[in-house]
């Protein structure tokens, strides 16, 4: 059974102009120059952050498995914390495009005092305590593949193809093309492109949230619009870009209007539903975006995206339609 959701009585809260770029190259450099210089008071330094420990008794009785998973998701967490109040701020210290184990030292740095403050040293504490319990039982060393625990809760699978319907002009017939799944990292799943013209063996790229990191020219990306563990009523913002084409981008606002099990193909996800509006910009010209984008909340895989424009980039209507079994 499908999902309905409303529109009625939204309400939509200010946000913040579009953040600028910030390249993993030019990250350290920045880091470091920030740790030196200080903000004269008005934020916390990474030194007054102190870790806020957990008791290791929490822990007794995990294997190094459940271990290796919650550090997983603590580390998520921070990331995704710190970007938020990075965005807000304008700082841009944190970019999402590199390892989540380097992140510490930049997550603690000029944060202002508050909630995420004192989130962030709940979960260095934690975090922490985690790795010395992991040392502690000897656990080895992770590898860069997500834990088998954790890739059996998910409702796909490696080497099963994803097919989509897709269509751009409304006008014009649909075509398919398919993801397989090839792998899946601790912070992304790794798909290869089948069936799409000028993407035949190219690489479909999306993280846990289901944000499109990487994809066949031409397609559209997300890189940081999705938050893990999406709640109705939740907002969200970010950008649809072009990678290839820097002056095409729409930023866009959403809201998760329904959550829910839903059904495709026999296979049962838990679907987020997202209703975005937005504006979408292709040089001096802007004109109106709206949509709605499904995923699933366990693995972020696209179940189904509608975008509506003056602007054909942004105009755009896909959805997933069956799974099919890995060749044998």
Not at 15 to 43: D, E, H, S
Not at 70 to 91: C, H, K, M, P, S
Not at 172 to 183: H, Q, V
Request: aromatic share 6%; hydrophobic share 40%; net charge neutral.
């Amino acid at each position: 059974m499908g999902l309905a959701y409303t529109s009625e009585h939204v309400y939509w809260p200010e946000f913040p102009p579009a953040m600028r770029a910030l390249t993993t190259r030019t990250l350290p450099a920045l880091v470091a120059v920030v740790i030196g210089l200080g903000c004269g008071g008005c934020t916390t330094r990474s030194g007054d952050v102190r870790p806020l420990l957990t008791n290791p008794t929490d822990f007794a009785g995990w294997d190094c498995e459940r271990l290796d998973v919650e550090t997983l998701r603590v580390q998520r967490r921070a990331a995704e914390v710190a970007y938020a109040v990075d965005e807000r701020a304008g700082t841009n210290i944190v970019a999402l495009g590199v390892g989540l184990t380097v992140f510490w030292p930049a997550l603690l740095t000029m944060r202002q005092p508050g909630v995420e403050s004192e989130e962030l040293a709940r979960l260095k504490g934690r975090f922490d305590v985690l790795q010395a319990v992991a040392v502690g039982r000897q656990c080895p060393s992770v590898g860069p593949d997500l834990p088998a625990r954790q890739a059996l809760q998910l409702p796909v699978a490696l080497g099963e193809r994803l097919v989509y319907e897709e269509r751009g002009d409304p006008r014009r017939a649909s075509r398919e093309f398919a993801l397989r799944l090839d792998a899946l990292r601790r912070e992304v799943l790794e798909f290869s492109v089948e069936g799409m013209p000028g993407g035949e063996g190219t690489r479909w790229v999306q993280d846990f949230a289901g944000n499109v990191k990487g994809a066949p020219p031409g397609t559209l990306h997300w890189p940081h619009l999705l938050r893990l563990d999406l709640g109705l009523g939740q907002v969200v913002a970010g950008d649809l870009t072009l990678p290839e084409e820097p002056g095409v981008r729409a930023r866009v606002r959403g809201q998760v209007v329904a959550v829910g099990p839903q059904t495709i193909a026999t296979r049962r996800f838990d679907a987020a539903v997202i209703e975005l509006f937005g504006d979408a910009q292709r040089g001096e010209r802007s004109t109106r975006v709206d949509g709605v984008l499904v995923v699933d909340r366990a693995s972020g895989v696209l179940l189904r995206l509608e975008l509506a424009s003056a602007q054909s980039d942004f105009t755009l209507q896909r959805r997933l339609v069956r799974i099919d079994a890995p060749a044998r």
